[in-house]
């Protein structure tokens, strides 16, 4: 059941007085990474962009959400402008996403600072580094941070998710998670935090393929994921697909396989250099070039391997552009990897080569994208159930952010309420969790927190 609008208090914070209700709150980036929200906000952010460009192909979730409530976050995302002394406040949304543009349009505007920008369907929009090209024209350097260029990003969810913290002091104990692909009813459920996977696919019906295998997040940089699993803050999609399709097995490939297959296959077309998202903005990520130079080992552009650091794994190189079926992405994750390990860091100061001329004509179509994914049949309503479903249990995880893990703050035994903290932040970079369900701890250690509901 949805408040009455116009009986929304009027807010207004001090910087400092936001961040520690954030933090205290346990808002994070609600999906990607979870960039703890609080260390975002940042007086020296000219520009503030929502970002409801649905990165990846399925994903539905924020624009219900901004449709829905609309009014709430506009006047939300507003205030965050105001309290960081953004001289704007930038929506980008892909242009077809009508219904949602027409609630915007409703009540943007009551607030002079906000305005709407239209993004293509195209992939992967919901970079934010290819976001703050498209809305504001500014081109992050690489390996650089969107504040460095006066910038700050959040996407949907986590300005609801502040909405409620300012407006309700409620803290994150549930998150929207969009259950599509090889099920009888595709949804978008409010579940709570830590409830397992296989009961949220459950809340779609019945699931129409023999051995499911559950891909959470987006089909280009998500995962295979068991369903024992707990969602945790970032979980945004479920994507329900039979064990052979070419994406589980993209993903169950191996990456000493694939580089044999490197060696033996890679032409050097530079199809996957011509169609990279960051590649066009400048950034020193040339996939064709690692390629050549791991598939070979050779070592005497070492640049090669440095610049995988620059690499966003959107997948476009792997998943859309090589026309061998080879896994660029995969193996240049395993080589940051393995560069992280050893201690090397990415390469300081590298700037930005001017803007590709060519970019505009080699964007990734949405629809081009899901139909060489095999996609196109799952891209179906998905329809929101926005109030929280009861689960009769859940494990919460400790470590659901970017930053220090949170330190358990309840014992076994301990009878906890929905939005009781149950994890202190930990030093440095570091927010609260909290109770998702009112229940009995019956696990805890510095890892999670399982609670069961307890019947009366």
């Known amino acids: 059941m ?35 929200t609080y260390a975002k906000l940042d007086e020296r952010a000219e520009t503030i962009l929502l970002n409801c460009a649905e990165c990846e192909p399925l994903l539905k979730l924020h624009r219900q959400l901004l449709k829905e409530h609309a009014y709430e976050i506009l006047k939300t995302f507003s205030m965050v402008a105001d309290t960081v002394r953004a001289g704007s406040g930038i929506i980008g949304i892909k242009g077809e996403y009508k219904e949602t543009i027409q609630a915007l349009r409703q009540y943007i505007g009551e607030f002079p600072k906000l305005s ?18 498209e809305a504001t024209g500014r081109v992050i350097r690489p390996g650089g941070l969107p504040i460095e260029a006066g910038v700050a990003v959040f996407n949907v969810e986590t300005i609801y998710n502040v909405y409620r913290a300012v407006e309700f002091s409620a803290p994150v104990t549930d998150k929207v998670v969009s259950v599509v692909g090889e099920v009888e009813h595709p949804v978008s459920v409010r579940v709570p935090v830590g409830c397992r996977i296989e009961d949220v696919v459950a809340l ?34 479920v994507i329900v697909l039979p064990k052979d399709h070419q994406i589980v097995q993209r993903k169950k490939s191996k990456a000493s396989l ?17 169609l990279c998202p960051r590649h066009a ?25 440095l610049n995988t650091s620059f690499c966003s794994s959107c997948g476009v190189c792997e998943m859309y552009a090589c026309p061998q079926g080879l896994a660029p992405r995969n193996l240049i994750a395993e080589c940051k990897d393995g ?6 860091r990415p390469p300081a ?3 930005a080569a001017p803007v590709k001329k ?33 689960m009769p249990n859940v494990t919460v995880k400790m470590s659901q952010h970017i930053g220090a893990p949170a330190s358990p703050a309840v014992n076994v035994g301990d009878m906890v309420k929905t939005g009781d903290v149950v994890g202190m932040p930990g030093n440095g970079l570091s927010v609260a969790v909290h109770a998702s369900i009112d229940g009995k701890v019956v696990a805890a250690d510095k890892n999670a927190v399982t609670i069961q509901r307890v019947v009366q």
């Open 2 to 36: 949805r408040i009455d609008l116009f009986d929304i208090e009027e807010k207004t914070m001090e910087l400092q007085e936001l961040k520690d209700l954030l933090q205290k709150s346990g808002i994070v980036g609600a999906g990607g990474a979870g960039f703890p």
């Open 116 to 133: 709407i920008k239209l993004l293509d369907s195209a992939y992967p929009m919901g970079d934010e580094v290819v976001l703050i090209y």
């Open 204 to 237: 779609a019906g019945e699931v129409t393929t023999k051995e499911p295998v559950y891909f959470i997040g987006g089909p280009m940089m998500g995962f295979i994921g068991e369903k024992d699993m707990p969602v945790t803050k970032t979980t945004n999609a």
């Open 258 to 274: 694939e580089l044999k297959r490197a060696a033996s296959s890679c032409c050097q077309c530079e199809t996957c250099t011509s």
């Open 339 to 344: 560069l992280k390990k050893a201690g090397v």
């Open 281 to 305: 903005l400048g950034h020193p990520i040339e996939p064709h070039l690692f390629m050549r130079s791991a598939a070979n080992q050779d070592f005497q552009h070492i640049e090669a391997f």
């Open 358 to 390: 060519s970019r505009e004509y080699r964007k990734v179509p949405e629809m081009r994208l899901e139909a060489r994914l095999g996609l196109s049949r799952y891209n179906v309503p998905a329809p929101l159930r926005d109030e929280t479903v009861s």
């Open 349 to 351: 100061d590298v700037k």
